[in-house]
């Protein structure tokens, strides 16, 4: 059996509704920063000083425990509404054996279109009340201190200054781009489709490729933002904001197929002025240079893995943090092979995206490639920021002196730790 069968055939969509989809994806980013974290502190890496500049100490281990609960409650709560909707569901359809839950998620059911549709709101207004609600409870200067971080990525002007935590938040959003557009039509299907007739209309409507360009815009807004910062100076922030922007076209292109293939199901001519193969050659042509642009970027800029070595010779750089370079080699590979899941669209039996367990499948996958991209991007910063050149020793500032990043000596102590107060000053900047 074939990829492509084995999606066809798993019905995603009656097991996990769209709007739950979202949910759960959210708790995996919750749960893959927590394990970040976690994973960073074990490998000495001072995480606390690259993101928070802190001063005094505190153990970050309570940090990343207390994103490991937030996260848990909030699965809890997602996979108990969701029980809660099928339940509901499953007692109208034994009352109306007529009633159906639309294939692609669409809430509601076209014989009874008010049967569970009010369950999944009430998840969400659960969800936000967890996040927003100013009670001491459910780690409040956590939930607090990631809706300042928010705000400042989201709301700054391109005169901001941007810090190396809004950096990260930010490019993390980007790889939850897909989810954005999600929750735009999770949105529609809950408040506008409860009768699932206005389904096409939903996974149509222009607010989903608007949503989804949101996390690229902000970055792009960063790189502007830095790049004013140094008096016009430093075209490797032009340079990135190009990668950035390099994504808005992949998403138009990617929009226009959508209601041709939409037109087309209806029996309706295409309206539009590219043909299908036109439309297909062109978002080709993009994705190809948006996936390989930023796996060149990841590699030689956010990573500093490739550097230009004697002789004009590239070759990795001589000091790696993480003692087996091995780590690094299959990091590069695996950011390759994620980076390129698209090619799976030229292969004619494996249309993954065709079905939403396929669609979720690949936001797993691109949130995996952001997971191990944060753990070499700090890694990077943190290298960077001691000082080491590829031919001297480290300076002061973030190796103890008693021995180098990646030696045998055991630095955790200084470099697992985070000051809660210094956090709160630095959100509200």
Excluded at 38 to 67: E, G, M, T, W
Excluded at 83 to 99: E, L, P, Q, R, T
Excluded at 409 to 417: F, G, H
Excluded at 420 to 428: A, I
Aim: aromatic share 14%; proline share 3%.
């Amino acid at each position: 059996m074939d990829i492509g069968n084995i999606f066809e055939e798993w019905d995603f969509s009656g097991t996990v509704p769209l709007p739950y989809r979202v949910l759960l994806m959210g708790c995996i980013g919750v749960f893959a920063w927590a394990s970040n974290l976690h994973i960073l502190a074990h490998l000495r890496v001072d995480v606390s000083n690259l993101l928070f500049n802190a001063s005094k100490s505190s153990p970050l281990s309570a940090l990343y425990r207390s994103i490991y609960t937030l996260g848990a409650a909030f699965l809890a709560m997602t996979l108990i509404n969701m029980w809660m909707y099928k339940w509901v569901v499953a007692g109208s359809d034994n009352n109306n054996a007529s009633g159906t839950v639309d294939a692609r998620g669409g809430m509601g059911q076209k014989s009874n279109p008010r049967a569970g549709i009010f369950v999944p709101i009430l998840g969400y207004i659960t969800i936000l009340i967890m996040i927003f609600a100013p009670i001491n409870a459910l780690f409040k200067k956590e939930r607090f201190r990631f809706l300042r971080s928010m705000r400042h990525v989201m709301f700054s002007g391109f005169k901001s200054e941007v810090s190396f935590a809004d950096v990260i938040l930010a490019d993390i959003l980007t790889s939850f781009a897909r989810v954005f557009g999600d929750l735009a039509v999770a949105l529609c299907l809950m408040f506008l489709d409860r009768d699932g007739t206005n389904t096409d209309a939903c996974y149509g409507s222009i607010l989903v490729p608007i949503m989804t360009s949101i996390p690229y815009f902000i970055r792009l807004r960063q790189c502007l933002s830095e790049y004013i910062e140094s008096n016009y100076t430093t075209d490797r922030h032009l340079m990135n904001a190009l990668k950035y922007a390099s994504a808005f076209p992949v998403i138009i292109i990617s929009s226009l197929q959508k209601s041709a293939k939409a037109a087309s199901l209806k029996g309706q001519p295409n309206s539009g002025y590219f043909s299908d193969s036109s439309l297909f050659k062109l978002w080709l042509l993009f994705v190809a240079i948006n996936s390989f642009y930023s796996f060149y970027w990841d590699i030689y800029h956010d990573w500093s893995l490739i550097q230009v070595q004697p002789a004009r010779r590239f070759g990795m750089r001589s000091f790696l943090h993480y003692e087996d370079p091995v780590f690094y080699y299959m990091a590069v590979i695996l950011d390759f092979l994620l980076r390129t899941t698209w090619m799976l669209k030229l292969v004619s039996n494996i249309q993954i995206e065709e079905y939403e367990g396929g669609v979720f499948t690949m936001e797993c996958l691109e949130v995996l490639r952001r997971w191990i991209w944060v753990l070499f991007r700090m890694e990077s910063e943190m290298v960077k920021r001691s000082g080491y050149a590829d031919s001297g020793p480290l300076s002061a500032g973030l190796v103890s002196s008693g021995g180098g990043v990646g030696g045998d000596t055991d630095i955790q102590d200084s470099n697992n730790v985070i000051l809660m107060e210094d956090l709160e000053s630095w959100q509200q900047k």
